[in-house]
């Protein structure tokens, strides 16, 4: 993976949302979003 990219989500109403990367993922912002802000290509979970 190159640069950045936005990760989607469904949108539900009165949820809260937290992203988690793991095994080396990075988020650059946005991890209580629906579209969180990523580095890395690894596993992103919300």
Request: net charge positive; glycine share 10%; aromatic share 14%.
């Given at each position: 993976m190159?640069?950045?990219?936005n ?6 109403q009165?949820l809260t949302?937290?992203?988690?990367a793991?095994?080396g993922?990075?988020i ?19």
């Open positions: 190159n640069g950045e990219v990760l989607n989500n469904n949108h539900y009165n949302y937290k992203w988690t793991s095994n993922g990075n650059v912002s946005g991890d209580m979003t629906l579209n969180p802000l990523i580095n890395k290509g690894k596993i992103y979970f919300n």
